[in-house]
């Protein structure tokens, strides 16, 4: 089975602080991917990477970055979390049939 | 990536079929059809995807009709861990945003 482990289910931040959301997949895929999803708005695409080293800006990068230095991981910093990050962050990544994304469990993130 | 519409709500009672309808009239040659399900505060878990042949897995059957403007998923044997949100989504996994779009989905309540 494909495993995606995101590294809290729970986190809660204070305003102006740096937040790392760390997300392992177990399956060689090349594609990793960050979403938010929020109520109303379903998923929005934050960053994404196809290798090691790289990445792409999704829909909605401003506020984030990301770093992706083994192929397994892939993490997503808040450089100045704020409140309108509050959130529920996922994780996705993808392989080569039909790029088919597999989702972790996901990050409730509240910054207070 | 071609529009997805999907009733917002359906009941189905535990142990008999549920049918998930999808309508994507506007889907192109290279889109294929992914259906994903969230339960409330998990992350979207992958169900299914196809092209142009029905399709089965250890979870469901995807019918997807002959000009592909529609398809259906199929839980066989609904059971009350079933109910969830189901995303259906058509996408080109080549195409160069790689995200996965969600709608609205539909809401399965599965009732003893």
């Known amino acids: 089975d494909v495993k995606v482990t995101q590294s809290s289910r729970y986190l809660v931040k204070r305003t102006g602080e740096k937040v790392f959301l760390e997300c392992v997949q177990d399956?060689?895929?090349?594609?990793m991917f960050w979403y938010r999803q929020d109520p109303g708005l379903g998923l929005r695409l934050i960053y994404f990477?196809?290798?090691?080293?790289?990445?792409e800006k999704g829909d909605i990068p401003e506020g984030y970055s990301v770093s992706r230095e083994k192929k397994e991981r892939f993490s997503l910093i808040l450089e100045s979390a704020s409140t309108n990050q509050t959130s529920m962050y996922l994780c996705a990544s993808g392989g080569l049939e039909a790029d088919t994304q597999y989702f972790g469990p996901g990050t409730r993130l509240t910054v207070l | 990536d071609a529009k997805t519409t999907q009733p917002p709500s359906m009941d189905c009672a535990e142990g008999r079929a549920a049918n998930l309808p999808c309508n994507h009239s506007?889907?192109?040659?290279?889109?294929?059809v992914y259906w994903y399900r969230q339960i409330h505060s998990q992350g979207p878990q992958y169900i299914i995807h196809?092209?142009?042949n029905n399709e089965t897995n250890e979870m469901a059957s995807l019918i997807i009709t002959e000009d592909r403007k529609s398809s259906t998923l199929i839980l066989p044997h609904a059971t009350l861990r079933d109910t969830a949100v189901y995303y259906c989504?058509?996408?080109?996994?080549?195409?160069?945003?790689?995200?996965?779009?969600f709608g609205a989905g539909t809401r399965l309540t599965v009732k003893p």
């Open positions: 506007t889907i192109s040659g290279n889109e294929y």
């Open positions: 399956m060689d895929h090349e594609n």
């Open positions: 196809g092209l142009k």
């Open positions: 989504i058509v996408r080109d996994p080549w195409y160069n945003n790689n995200d996965m779009r």
């Open positions: 990477s196809y290798d090691v080293k790289m990445k």
